[in-house]
């Protein structure tokens, strides 16, 4: 009679073990401090699907009105640090330390390059930097004045990033609540498409465009190779929706030498910024402008999509000495 109690006792333990087992499976565990359970319930930096434009917002989830409030007075706070920014205010700056004054033309990992009293050095930065909470993903970009401690011949430390007095940025991919700084202190975005080979992808110009303004900067729309449309009438009339806007549009051929004037005229004392897929003719319009650029270039590929090849990899910035100015040739 013990023996039956004793098993049945045992019986019952096992069973509310498997039960207890069954449950704890089905029990969902919460973290509240790994970096994942913040991240999922960060509800204020949720990266959103793209809108009705095909735009992927990257800004902080807000009333509409606040949102509206808010990029009025961000617009009219970079206008008037446009308006009254010069290279004598960084000069003023650099003067009040012990550093040299630079400007970054190219950015890679852990390094740049900064054009410094007539030569170019290689720079890395000094780790207090990366622990500065700037809202950028980058510590530096091109188009950054710098203040440069020289090192050995060729090398130099950048110990500060100097004010921006203008930055063209987008939303990073893998962190959604940080942006991307591509350039900064620039003027203008001259967004470069081809009329052929590549074909016209108006997509692309109005996403350009949409990031052009939303970074307060002015957004151009040149359309290359124009020697390729048979009716100049087709292409005039294929871009009317933005001339509505009042977005200035240029026309040009570096095999008839169309536009090119205009084109000079608009990079004249300019920081520009080169947008545009690879193949439109970006770099060949600037060694038409600046024939001691010399920027590499690529025919179109023979495939059927007649794509451009990949011949800028990264964000480079050059001087066009007899314009006063500087463009910045992007990636396609």
Same mark, same amino acid.
């Given at each position: ?9 045992q ?8 039960a207890?087992q ?19 319930? %960060?509800?204020d ?12 917002a990257?800004?902080?989830? @807000?009333?509409?009105d ?8 961000e @617009? ?5 640090i ?9 000069? %003023?700056l ?41 809202g ?8 950054? %004045? ?5 090192q ?12 921006? %007095? ?29 009329w ?7 997509? @692309? ?31 005039e ?38 947008a ?26 023979? @495939? ?12 480079v ?16």
């Amino acid at each position: 009679m013990a023996n039956k109690s004793k098993k049945h006792k045992q019986r019952i333990k096992e069973r509310q073990r498997e039960a207890w087992q069954a449950q704890k499976s089905q029990r969902k565990t919460v973290r509240h401090n790994t970096a994942v359970n913040q991240e999922k319930h %960060r509800a204020d930096w949720q990266t959103l699907q793209p809108n009705e434009f095909g735009v992927v917002a990257d800004r902080r989830i @807000m009333p509409r009105d606040e949102l509206e409030r808010r990029e009025r007075v961000e @617009m009219l706070s970079a206008q008037a640090i446009a308006a009254d920014f010069d290279e004598a205010v960084w000069q %003023r700056l650099a003067a009040a330390t012990p550093y040299a004054l630079g400007l970054v033309i190219e950015v890679s990992k852990g390094l740049c390059r900064v054009a410094l009293d007539g030569e170019i050095i290689v720079c890395d930065w000094r780790g207090a930097l990366i622990a500065e909470q700037t809202g950028y993903t980058n510590i530096i970009a091109v188009g950054d %004045r710098v203040l440069v401690s020289p090192q050995e011949e060729g090398h130099g430390s950048v110990q500060e990033v100097l004010p921006r %007095r203008s930055g063209l940025g987008r939303a990073d991919p893998f962190y959604g609540h940080l942006r991307q700084l591509l350039t900064a202190n620039v003027d203008q975005v001259l967004i470069v498409a081809a009329w052929r080979e590549p074909h016209l992808w108006l997509q @692309m110009v109005d996403e350009y465009l949409i990031g052009a303004e939303r970074n307060n900067l002015t957004g151009i729309v040149c359309i290359n190779k124009v020697d390729l449309a048979e009716e100049m009438t087709e292409v005039e009339a294929l871009l009317r929706p933005y001339q509505a806007h009042n977005h200035p549009i240029l026309y040009t051929s570096t095999v008839t030498g169309e536009g090119l004037a205009e084109l000079t005229a608009v990079l004249r004392n300019k920081t520009t910024v080169l947008a545009g897929l690879s193949g439109v003719g970006k770099s060949t319009l600037i060694n038409s402008i600046d024939t001691n650029l010399n920027l590499r270039t690529a025919r179109i590929s023979n @495939m059927p999509s007649r794509e451009g090849r990949h011949t800028t990899t990264q964000a480079v910035m050059y001087p066009l000495e007899h314009l006063n100015g500087y463009v910045i040739d992007t990636p396609g």
